[in-house]
Protein backbone atom coordinates (compact mmCIF):
# COMPACT_ATOMS: atom_id res chain seq x y z
CA UNK A 1 0.00 0.00 0.00
CA UNK A 2 1.07 3.45 -1.26
CA UNK A 3 1.48 6.32 2.26
CA UNK A 4 0.67 9.13 0.97
CA UNK A 5 1.39 12.85 1.78
CA UNK A 6 -2.17 13.75 3.56
CA UNK A 7 -3.75 17.23 2.63
CA UNK A 8 -3.98 18.73 6.33
CA UNK A 9 -6.12 21.53 5.50
CA UNK A 10 -7.77 22.93 2.20
CA UNK A 11 -5.14 25.14 1.56
CA UNK A 12 -2.07 23.15 2.24
CA UNK A 13 -0.83 21.96 -0.76
CA UNK A 14 2.58 20.72 0.90
CA UNK A 15 4.51 18.97 3.89
CA UNK A 16 7.54 18.28 5.57
CA UNK A 17 8.26 14.74 6.94
CA UNK A 18 10.05 15.88 9.97
CA UNK A 19 10.51 12.33 11.84
CA UNK A 20 10.10 8.89 10.52
CA UNK A 21 8.92 6.64 13.88
CA UNK A 22 10.16 3.18 11.41
CA UNK A 23 12.67 2.22 8.84
CA UNK A 24 12.54 -0.08 6.23
CA UNK A 25 12.00 -3.78 7.13
CA UNK A 26 10.07 -2.37 10.64
CA UNK A 27 6.89 -3.99 11.05
CA UNK A 28 3.81 -1.49 11.58
CA UNK A 29 0.31 -1.98 13.33
CA UNK A 30 -2.61 -0.47 11.90
CA UNK A 31 -2.89 3.23 13.78
CA UNK A 32 0.16 3.02 15.15
CA UNK A 33 2.01 6.45 14.43
CA UNK A 34 4.42 6.18 11.21
CA UNK A 35 5.57 9.37 10.99
CA UNK A 36 5.85 13.31 11.37
CA UNK A 37 4.84 16.11 9.30
CA UNK A 38 4.75 19.40 9.66
CA UNK A 39 2.67 22.15 7.22
CA UNK A 40 2.54 26.10 7.12
CA UNK A 41 -1.13 25.03 9.43
CA UNK A 42 -0.19 22.27 11.59
CA UNK A 43 2.10 19.91 13.24
CA UNK A 44 0.78 16.33 13.55
CA UNK A 45 1.42 12.55 14.05
CA UNK A 46 0.82 10.66 11.06
CA UNK A 47 -0.62 6.58 11.69
CA UNK A 48 -0.31 4.06 10.00
CA UNK A 49 -3.31 2.74 7.63
CA UNK A 50 -2.60 -0.91 7.70
CA UNK A 51 -0.89 -2.81 9.28
CA UNK A 52 2.59 -4.47 7.54
CA UNK A 53 6.16 -4.10 7.02
CA UNK A 54 7.87 -1.00 5.67
CA UNK A 55 9.09 -2.03 2.47
CA UNK A 56 10.16 1.31 1.03
CA UNK A 57 10.55 5.23 2.25
CA UNK A 58 10.71 7.17 -0.70
CA UNK A 59 10.64 10.66 1.39
CA UNK A 60 13.60 11.08 3.82
CA UNK A 61 13.42 13.31 7.26
CA UNK A 62 13.84 17.13 6.48
CA UNK A 63 11.92 16.85 2.79
CA UNK A 64 9.09 18.70 1.98
CA UNK A 65 6.68 16.43 -0.25
CA UNK A 66 3.32 17.63 -2.15
CA UNK A 67 0.30 16.92 -1.27
CA UNK A 68 -0.12 13.22 -2.94
CA UNK A 69 3.29 12.24 -3.72
CA UNK A 70 3.89 8.60 -2.12
CA UNK A 71 6.23 8.64 1.06
CA UNK A 72 6.33 5.17 1.79
CA UNK A 73 5.11 1.67 1.11
CA UNK A 74 3.70 -0.78 2.95
CA UNK A 75 3.79 -4.42 2.09
CA UNK A 76 0.03 -5.22 3.93
CA UNK A 77 0.29 -8.83 6.54
CA UNK A 78 0.36 -11.59 4.04
CA UNK A 79 1.83 -10.19 1.47
CA UNK A 80 5.11 -10.87 -0.32
CA UNK A 81 8.07 -8.33 0.99
CA UNK A 82 10.36 -6.32 -1.49
CA UNK A 83 13.71 -6.30 -0.77
CA UNK A 84 14.45 -3.12 1.46
CA UNK A 85 15.30 0.13 -1.10
CA UNK A 86 17.13 3.01 0.48
CA UNK A 87 15.29 6.49 -0.04
CA UNK A 88 15.77 8.18 -3.06
CA UNK A 89 13.82 11.75 -2.31
CA UNK A 90 16.40 14.41 -0.82
CA UNK A 91 15.50 17.38 -3.02
CA UNK A 92 13.13 20.29 -1.57
CA UNK A 93 10.35 19.15 -3.16
CA UNK A 94 9.69 15.40 -3.79
CA UNK A 95 7.60 14.13 -6.97
CA UNK A 96 7.12 10.36 -7.46
CA UNK A 97 9.57 8.04 -8.83
CA UNK A 98 9.80 4.42 -9.54
CA UNK A 99 12.28 2.91 -7.45
CA UNK A 100 15.20 0.48 -8.88
CA UNK A 101 15.55 -2.61 -6.65
CA UNK A 102 19.00 -1.38 -5.59
CA UNK A 103 19.64 2.17 -5.76
CA UNK A 104 22.11 3.57 -8.41
CA UNK A 105 24.42 6.59 -7.30
CA UNK A 106 24.10 8.34 -10.48
CA UNK A 107 20.43 8.07 -10.46
CA UNK A 108 19.87 9.35 -6.82
CA UNK A 109 18.98 13.21 -6.83
CA UNK A 110 22.42 15.22 -5.30
CA UNK A 111 21.59 15.92 -1.14
CA UNK A 112 20.12 19.45 -1.45
CA UNK A 113 21.89 22.22 1.21
CA UNK A 114 20.37 22.74 4.76
CA UNK A 115 19.37 25.98 3.27
CA UNK A 116 17.14 24.37 0.50
CA UNK A 117 15.43 22.10 2.44
CA UNK A 118 13.22 24.01 4.24
CA UNK A 119 9.50 23.38 5.55
CA UNK A 120 6.40 25.71 4.93
CA UNK A 121 6.53 27.14 8.32
CA UNK A 122 10.21 28.26 8.08
CA UNK A 123 9.85 29.52 4.05
CA UNK A 124 7.13 31.83 5.34
CA UNK A 125 8.97 32.76 8.18
CA UNK A 126 12.08 33.66 6.44
CA UNK A 127 10.29 35.33 3.73
CA UNK A 128 8.59 37.69 5.76
CA UNK A 129 11.49 38.74 8.31
CA UNK A 130 13.32 39.29 4.98
CA UNK A 131 15.86 36.44 5.62
CA UNK A 132 18.57 34.83 3.67
CA UNK A 133 18.42 31.13 4.45
CA UNK A 134 22.15 30.50 3.64
CA UNK A 135 22.91 32.65 6.39
CA UNK A 136 21.12 30.93 9.36
CA UNK A 137 22.53 28.02 11.13
CA UNK A 138 20.66 24.85 11.20
CA UNK A 139 20.47 22.50 14.53
CA UNK A 140 18.12 20.48 12.96
CA UNK A 141 19.12 16.53 11.06
CA UNK A 142 22.13 17.49 8.50
CA UNK A 143 22.27 21.11 9.47
CA UNK A 144 18.73 21.35 8.36
CA UNK A 145 16.77 24.83 9.93
CA UNK A 146 14.43 24.30 12.25
CA UNK A 147 11.51 27.11 13.57
CA UNK A 148 13.32 28.13 16.41
CA UNK A 149 16.56 28.50 14.25
CA UNK A 150 14.95 31.32 12.69
CA UNK A 151 13.62 32.89 15.75
CA UNK A 152 16.90 32.67 17.66
CA UNK A 153 18.20 34.54 14.20
CA UNK A 154 15.38 37.32 14.37
CA UNK A 155 16.18 37.62 18.07
CA UNK A 156 19.86 37.76 17.60
CA UNK A 157 19.71 40.15 15.04
CA UNK A 158 17.58 42.37 16.97
CA UNK A 159 20.10 42.05 20.30
CA UNK A 160 22.69 43.87 17.74
CA UNK A 161 20.69 46.29 16.81
CA UNK A 162 20.95 47.00 20.64
CA UNK A 163 17.16 45.97 21.36
CA UNK A 164 16.67 44.65 24.95
CA UNK A 165 17.60 41.14 25.41
CA UNK A 166 14.99 38.88 26.44
CA UNK A 167 14.91 37.79 30.17
CA UNK A 168 16.24 34.39 31.04
CA UNK A 169 14.12 31.55 30.31
CA UNK A 170 13.21 29.12 33.20
CA UNK A 171 14.26 25.77 33.40
CA UNK A 172 12.36 23.01 32.47
CA UNK A 173 10.14 21.31 34.79
CA UNK A 174 10.03 24.59 36.70
CA UNK A 175 7.35 25.56 38.74
CA UNK A 176 4.56 27.52 37.32
CA UNK A 177 6.39 30.79 35.56
CA UNK A 178 6.24 33.98 37.93
CA UNK A 179 5.95 37.20 36.95
CA UNK A 180 9.19 38.70 35.30
CA UNK A 181 9.61 35.40 33.73
CA UNK A 182 9.71 34.86 30.12
CA UNK A 183 7.44 32.03 28.57
CA UNK A 184 8.52 29.82 25.61
CA UNK A 185 5.35 29.69 23.09
CA UNK A 186 5.03 25.91 22.37
CA UNK A 187 4.08 24.79 19.15
CA UNK A 188 0.95 24.80 19.18
CA UNK A 189 0.30 28.25 20.81
CA UNK A 190 2.68 29.54 18.17
CA UNK A 191 0.49 28.26 15.56
CA UNK A 192 -2.57 29.52 16.87
CA UNK A 193 -0.48 33.00 17.39
CA UNK A 194 0.13 32.54 13.56
CA UNK A 195 -3.24 31.99 12.25
CA UNK A 196 -5.02 34.30 14.04
CA UNK A 197 -2.68 37.23 13.68
CA UNK A 198 -2.59 36.14 9.63
CA UNK A 199 -6.58 36.19 9.72
CA UNK A 200 -6.97 39.38 11.91
CA UNK A 201 -4.38 41.41 9.31
CA UNK A 202 -6.18 39.92 5.67
CA UNK A 203 -9.82 39.52 7.00
CA UNK A 204 -12.06 42.88 7.88
CA UNK A 205 -13.97 41.55 10.39
CA UNK A 206 -17.47 42.47 11.30
CA UNK A 207 -19.34 41.56 14.96
CA UNK A 208 -22.70 41.30 15.37
CA UNK A 209 -24.71 40.19 18.44
CA UNK A 210 -28.27 38.38 19.25
CA UNK A 211 -29.73 37.33 22.35
CA UNK A 212 -31.35 33.75 22.31
CA UNK A 213 -34.21 32.34 24.23
CA UNK A 214 -33.04 29.08 26.06
CA UNK A 215 -35.91 28.35 27.36
CA UNK A 216 -36.73 25.26 25.31
CA UNK A 217 -33.23 23.40 25.54
CA UNK A 218 -32.83 23.98 28.80
CA UNK A 219 -36.21 22.18 29.79
CA UNK A 220 -34.72 18.91 27.78
CA UNK A 221 -31.85 19.65 29.73
CA UNK A 222 -33.87 19.38 33.14
CA UNK A 223 -36.17 16.48 31.64
CA UNK A 224 -33.36 14.05 29.91
CA UNK A 225 -30.03 15.30 31.70
CA UNK A 226 -29.99 13.41 34.88
CA UNK A 227 -30.63 9.90 32.39
CA UNK A 228 -28.32 11.28 29.71
CA UNK A 229 -24.97 11.49 31.89
CA UNK A 230 -26.39 8.15 33.26
CA UNK A 231 -26.29 6.12 30.11
CA UNK A 232 -23.44 8.49 28.10
CA UNK A 233 -21.13 9.08 31.23
CA UNK A 234 -20.70 12.99 30.54
CA UNK A 235 -23.41 16.06 30.71
CA UNK A 236 -25.66 17.33 28.16
CA UNK A 237 -24.41 20.37 27.33
CA UNK A 238 -25.55 23.36 25.11
CA UNK A 239 -23.45 22.70 22.63
CA UNK A 240 -24.80 19.79 20.78
CA UNK A 241 -28.18 21.82 20.18
CA UNK A 242 -26.22 25.26 18.96
CA UNK A 243 -24.44 23.00 16.52
CA UNK A 244 -27.57 21.31 15.45
CA UNK A 245 -29.63 25.13 15.13
CA UNK A 246 -26.47 26.45 13.02
CA UNK A 247 -25.98 23.43 10.72
CA UNK A 248 -29.83 24.42 10.34
CA UNK A 249 -29.20 28.33 9.85
CA UNK A 250 -26.14 27.27 7.18
CA UNK A 251 -28.18 25.22 4.92
CA UNK A 252 -30.90 28.27 4.37
CA UNK A 253 -27.52 31.31 4.56
CA UNK A 254 -24.74 28.98 2.19
CA UNK A 255 -23.04 31.66 1.85
CA UNK A 256 -21.33 31.56 5.37
CA UNK A 257 -20.88 27.93 4.82
CA UNK A 258 -18.50 29.26 2.25
CA UNK A 259 -14.64 29.78 1.58
CA UNK A 260 -13.00 33.53 -0.05
CA UNK A 261 -10.69 32.73 -2.78
CA UNK A 262 -9.80 36.28 -3.49
CA UNK A 263 -12.23 37.05 -6.16
CA UNK A 264 -14.86 34.10 -5.82
CA UNK A 265 -16.74 32.52 -2.86
CA UNK A 266 -16.71 28.60 -2.85
CA UNK A 267 -19.81 27.52 -1.03
CA UNK A 268 -19.46 24.00 0.32
CA UNK A 269 -22.11 21.04 -0.30
CA UNK A 270 -21.11 20.05 3.04
CA UNK A 271 -21.52 21.69 6.32
CA UNK A 272 -19.03 20.59 8.57
CA UNK A 273 -18.50 22.65 11.87
CA UNK A 274 -15.27 22.68 13.36
CA UNK A 275 -15.35 22.95 17.79
CA UNK A 276 -12.25 25.34 19.14
CA UNK A 277 -11.58 22.94 21.99
CA UNK A 278 -9.15 24.79 24.67
CA UNK A 279 -6.19 22.51 25.69
CA UNK A 280 -5.98 22.86 29.28
CA UNK A 281 -5.30 26.91 28.44
CA UNK A 282 -1.96 25.61 26.97
CA UNK A 283 -3.44 26.49 23.07
CA UNK A 284 -6.32 25.47 21.17
CA UNK A 285 -7.13 23.04 18.41
CA UNK A 286 -10.66 22.79 16.07
CA UNK A 287 -11.40 19.22 15.50
CA UNK A 288 -14.39 19.09 12.39
CA UNK A 289 -17.88 17.70 12.95
CA UNK A 290 -18.49 16.06 9.63
CA UNK A 291 -21.51 16.67 7.69
CA UNK A 292 -23.84 17.81 10.61
CA UNK A 293 -27.16 17.85 9.26
CA UNK A 294 -27.23 14.38 8.77
CA UNK A 295 -26.61 13.64 12.51
CA UNK A 296 -29.05 13.38 15.22
CA UNK A 297 -28.95 15.47 18.33
CA UNK A 298 -27.53 12.47 20.16
CA UNK A 299 -24.98 11.78 17.80
CA UNK A 300 -23.72 15.25 17.22
CA UNK A 301 -23.33 14.87 21.63
CA UNK A 302 -21.28 12.06 21.59
CA UNK A 303 -19.15 13.01 18.49
CA UNK A 304 -18.39 16.73 20.36
CA UNK A 305 -17.77 15.13 23.27
CA UNK A 306 -15.21 12.21 21.95
CA UNK A 307 -13.20 14.75 19.49
CA UNK A 308 -13.16 17.42 22.44
CA UNK A 309 -11.88 13.97 24.72
CA UNK A 310 -9.56 13.23 22.11
CA UNK A 311 -8.28 16.71 21.36
CA UNK A 312 -7.03 17.35 24.87
CA UNK A 313 -5.42 13.33 25.00
CA UNK A 314 -3.60 14.53 21.91
CA UNK A 315 -5.19 11.50 19.72
CA UNK A 316 -6.81 13.01 16.77
CA UNK A 317 -6.64 11.94 13.40
CA UNK A 318 -5.34 14.38 11.28
CA UNK A 319 -8.70 13.51 9.37
CA UNK A 320 -10.31 15.15 12.06
CA UNK A 321 -8.61 18.57 11.80
CA UNK A 322 -9.48 19.48 8.25
CA UNK A 323 -12.79 20.08 6.22
CA UNK A 324 -14.19 22.79 8.45
CA UNK A 325 -16.89 24.97 6.74
CA UNK A 326 -17.85 27.03 10.12
CA UNK A 327 -16.38 26.98 12.64
CA UNK A 328 -17.92 27.56 16.86
CA UNK A 329 -16.03 29.01 19.43
CA UNK A 330 -17.89 27.85 22.96
CA UNK A 331 -16.67 30.51 26.15
CA UNK A 332 -19.81 30.31 27.70
CA UNK A 333 -18.64 27.99 30.18
CA UNK A 334 -16.60 30.57 31.60
CA UNK A 335 -19.39 33.01 31.94
CA UNK A 336 -18.08 35.54 29.35
CA UNK A 337 -20.82 37.84 28.13
CA UNK A 338 -20.10 38.96 24.49
CA UNK A 339 -16.63 37.45 22.64
CA UNK A 340 -15.54 38.81 19.22
CA UNK A 341 -13.90 35.73 17.87
CA UNK A 342 -11.51 35.35 15.32
CA UNK A 343 -12.39 34.01 12.05
CA UNK A 344 -10.62 30.60 10.87
CA UNK A 345 -9.96 31.84 7.42
CA UNK A 346 -10.03 30.85 5.01
CA UNK A 347 -13.79 30.32 6.24
CA UNK A 348 -15.83 33.50 6.18
CA UNK A 349 -17.68 33.58 9.47
CA UNK A 350 -17.21 32.13 13.34
CA UNK A 351 -19.80 32.53 16.19
CA UNK A 352 -19.07 32.78 19.42
CA UNK A 353 -21.54 30.95 22.42
CA UNK A 354 -21.30 32.90 25.57
CA UNK A 355 -22.93 32.21 28.91
CA UNK A 356 -26.57 31.91 29.03
CA UNK A 357 -27.86 33.65 31.94
CA UNK A 358 -31.39 33.81 33.50
CA UNK A 359 -33.06 37.30 33.12
CA UNK A 360 -35.74 38.98 33.26
CA UNK A 361 -37.34 39.78 29.76
CA UNK A 362 -40.76 41.10 28.41
CA UNK A 363 -43.16 38.54 27.03
CA UNK A 364 -45.43 39.30 24.35
CA UNK A 365 -48.68 37.62 24.21
CA UNK A 366 -52.46 38.48 23.25
CA UNK A 367 -53.12 39.29 26.51
CA UNK A 368 -50.89 41.93 26.84
CA UNK A 369 -47.10 41.82 27.90
CA UNK A 370 -45.33 40.76 31.08
CA UNK A 371 -42.33 40.17 32.79
CA UNK A 372 -40.77 36.91 32.94
CA UNK A 373 -37.56 34.85 34.05
CA UNK A 374 -36.14 33.07 30.95
CA UNK A 375 -32.69 31.96 30.66
CA UNK A 376 -30.98 33.92 27.60
CA UNK A 377 -27.97 33.23 25.81
CA UNK A 378 -25.58 35.39 23.61
CA UNK A 379 -24.75 34.43 19.86
CA UNK A 380 -21.88 36.95 18.61
CA UNK A 381 -20.91 36.33 15.18
CA UNK A 382 -18.22 37.40 13.54
CA UNK A 383 -17.85 37.47 9.86
CA UNK A 384 -15.76 38.37 6.73
CA UNK A 385 -17.56 41.75 5.19
CA UNK A 386 -15.48 40.53 1.85
CA UNK A 387 -18.10 37.47 1.40
CA UNK A 388 -21.22 38.98 2.44
CA UNK A 389 -22.78 42.07 4.11
CA UNK A 390 -24.17 42.94 7.45
CA UNK A 391 -28.07 42.55 6.59
CA UNK A 392 -27.03 38.74 5.27
CA UNK A 393 -24.80 37.85 8.00
CA UNK A 394 -28.03 39.47 10.78
CA UNK A 395 -30.72 37.40 8.86
CA UNK A 396 -28.42 33.88 9.56
CA UNK A 397 -28.19 35.37 12.70
CA UNK A 398 -31.92 35.84 13.38
CA UNK A 399 -32.24 32.31 11.92
CA UNK A 400 -30.28 30.54 14.46
CA UNK A 401 -31.93 32.25 17.19
CA UNK A 402 -35.49 31.21 15.56
CA UNK A 403 -33.90 27.75 16.00
CA UNK A 404 -33.28 27.89 19.13
CA UNK A 405 -36.54 29.24 20.91
CA UNK A 406 -39.31 27.45 18.52
CA UNK A 407 -37.60 23.84 17.69
CA UNK A 408 -39.09 20.83 19.27
CA UNK A 409 -35.98 19.85 20.89
CA UNK A 410 -37.97 16.93 22.99
CA UNK A 411 -38.52 15.45 19.56
CA UNK A 412 -35.25 15.54 18.36
CA UNK A 413 -33.72 13.53 21.76
CA UNK A 414 -35.72 10.52 20.70
CA UNK A 415 -33.77 10.45 17.28
Known amino acids: MNIIMPQLGETVTEGTVTKWYKKVGDAVKADETL???????????IPSPVAGVISEIRVAEGVTAKVGVTLAVITESGAAVRPPAAPTVTAT???????????????????????ERLSPVVRRLIAEHRLQAASIRGSGRDGRITRDDVIAHIAGNAASRGAAPATAMPPSGSATPAAGDTVPLNAIRRRVAENTAKSWASTPHVLQVAEADFSRIVQVQRDHGDAWKAREGFALTFMPFVTRAISIALGRFPK????????????????????AVDLNF??????????VPAKSLPQIARE???????????????????GGTYTISNNGAFGTVITAPIINAPQ???ISTDAVRKKAVVVESPEGDSIAVRPI??????????????????????????????????????A
Open 256 to 275: LNATFNGDSLMLHKRINIGI
Open 304 to 322: IYDLASRARAGTLKPDELT
Open 377 to 414: GVLAQCFDHRAVDGAYAAAFLREVKSVIETRQWAQDMQ
Open 93 to 115: VATAVPLSPVAQPSRVAPRARPD
Open 348 to 350: VAI
Open 282 to 291: DGLMVPVLKD
Open 35 to 45: FDIETDKVSTE
